[in-house]
């Protein structure tokens, strides 16, 4: 999923020495014993360097840039920014490589990956799949569901079945459900986390990321606010964490592993790459 697609993150600009070390720590003294236990340091990885070097290469393609400039202008009369998108194949995102994505689902499963090719994963609100891309291949099966018709069409280029965005949840079990960065940009989080209950094998898991601080945005509606808005408390990245995990406590999610990374975002002329604080989450439905 890209970030401009459903609305104006506000991401970092600001080019700080070192910053990458400070991507992926949070304060455990403000935390739980339980999300001290769950979580999971991260570093950055080889397909993350390789993530920013191309983000570097491609900021300094002057005609390229200038194109993008250009075309944005003049289709953002016609077509929304995830369209655009879609159709000038820009603005890739980053959120976890393959490797870190294999090292949450295995402490998840108490060191078992739980991945083979009778696997299957879905991704919601897939954007360009260029997140899920990274690691879907690690599942025999790959879905998506997308509402921009450019974006699906790109998904289904890369492999993935895209479905229906009302009913994908019925009929059909998945052993992964994916919502990478989506329940702060839709318009009703708490249906879509309780149709991914519904849509997991018994010992399916979600994997979920958002953005801290916390704040809704759903592009498709005038005022931008969701019909359902998660109850979200707290300055600290700390303290929403510790919020967020509450929540899903109460819609019958038990939390297996977490983390925080960077969610990058290719750049531009101005600078190479952006990015915004993001917390990686595997959750499990408690059992009833």
Same mark, same amino acid.
């Given at each position: 999923?890209?970030?401009?697609?459903?609305?104006?993150?506000?991401?970092?600009?600001?080019?700080?020495?070192?910053?990458?070390?400070?991507?992926?720590?949070?304060?455990?003294?403000?935390? =739980?014993?339980?999300?001290?236990?769950?979580?999971?340091?991260?570093?950055?990885?080889?397909?993350?360097?390789?993530?920013?070097?191309?983000?570097?290469?491609?900021?300094?393609?002057?005609?390229?840039?200038?194109?993008?400039?250009? /075309?944005?202008?003049?289709?953002?009369?016609?077509?929304?920014?995830?369209?655009?998108?879609?159709?000038?194949?820009?603005?890739?995102?980053?959120?976890? =490589?393959? /490797? !870190?994505?294999?090292?949450?689902?295995?402490?998840?499963?108490?060191?078992?990956?739980?991945?083979?090719?009778?696997?299957?994963?879905?991704?919601?609100?897939?954007?360009?799949?260029?997140?899920?891309?990274?690691?879907?291949?690690?599942?025999?099966?790959?879905?998506?569901?997308?509402?921009?018709? =450019?974006?699906? &069409?790109?998904?289904?280029?890369?492999?993935?079945?895209?479905?229906?965005?009302?009913?994908?949840? &019925?009929? !059909?079990?998945?052993?992964?459900?994916?919502?990478?960065?989506?329940?702060?940009?839709?318009?009703?989080?708490?249906?879509?986390? !309780?149709?991914?209950?519904?849509?997991?094998?018994?010992?399916?898991?979600?994997?979920?990321?958002?953005?801290?601080?916390?704040? /809704?945005?759903?592009?498709?509606?005038?005022?931008?606010?969701?019909?359902?808005?998660?109850?979200?408390?707290?300055?600290?990245?700390?303290? !929403?964490?510790?919020?967020?995990?509450?929540?899903?406590?109460?819609?019958?999610?038990?939390?297996?592993?977490?983390?925080?990374?960077?969610?990058?975002?290719?750049?531009?002329?101005?600078?190479?790459?952006?990015?915004?604080?993001?917390?990686?989450?595997?959750?499990?439905?408690?059992? =009833?």
């Amino acid at each position: 999923m890209e970030i401009t697609k459903r609305s104006p993150y506000n991401f970092h600009k600001l080019k700080i020495p070192n910053v990458e070390k400070s991507w992926y720590q949070v304060d455990k003294s403000k935390l =739980s014993p339980e999300l001290q236990e769950k979580f999971v340091q991260l570093h950055p990885d080889k397909e993350t360097q390789e993530f920013l070097s191309t983000s570097i290469d491609k900021s300094s393609w002057v005609w390229t840039q200038l194109w993008y400039i250009l /075309a944005k202008s003049f289709l953002r009369h016609f077509w929304t920014t995830t369209d655009i998108n879609g159709w000038l194949g820009r603005g890739s995102m980053f959120v976890l =490589s393959s /490797a !870190q994505t294999k090292t949450l689902l295995s402490r998840a499963r108490a060191g078992r990956s739980g991945i083979d090719k009778q696997s299957t994963l879905v991704d919601i609100g897939a954007g360009d799949g260029e997140v899920s891309r990274r690691y879907a291949d690690l599942f025999g099966t790959k879905y998506a569901t997308e509402i921009s018709a =450019s974006m699906r &069409k790109v998904l289904s280029g890369k492999g993935f079945t895209v479905l229906d965005v009302e009913d994908w949840w &019925k009929g !059909q079990k998945f052993s992964c459900v994916c919502m990478m960065n989506l329940v702060d940009r839709c318009m009703r989080p708490r249906t879509m986390l !309780q149709q991914a209950r519904e849509a997991l094998t018994p010992d399916g898991l979600l994997l979920l990321a958002l953005v801290l601080p916390y704040k /809704a945005y759903v592009e498709a509606t005038s005022d931008h606010k969701p019909e359902e808005r998660l109850p979200i408390t707290g300055i600290t990245f700390e303290e !929403q964490v510790s919020s967020f995990v509450e929540f899903m406590r109460g819609l019958g999610w038990e939390i297996a592993s977490w983390s925080r990374v960077p969610y990058l975002c290719e750049g531009d002329f101005a600078q190479a790459y952006y990015w915004l604080d993001d917390s990686i989450y595997v959750f499990r439905p408690i059992e =009833s």
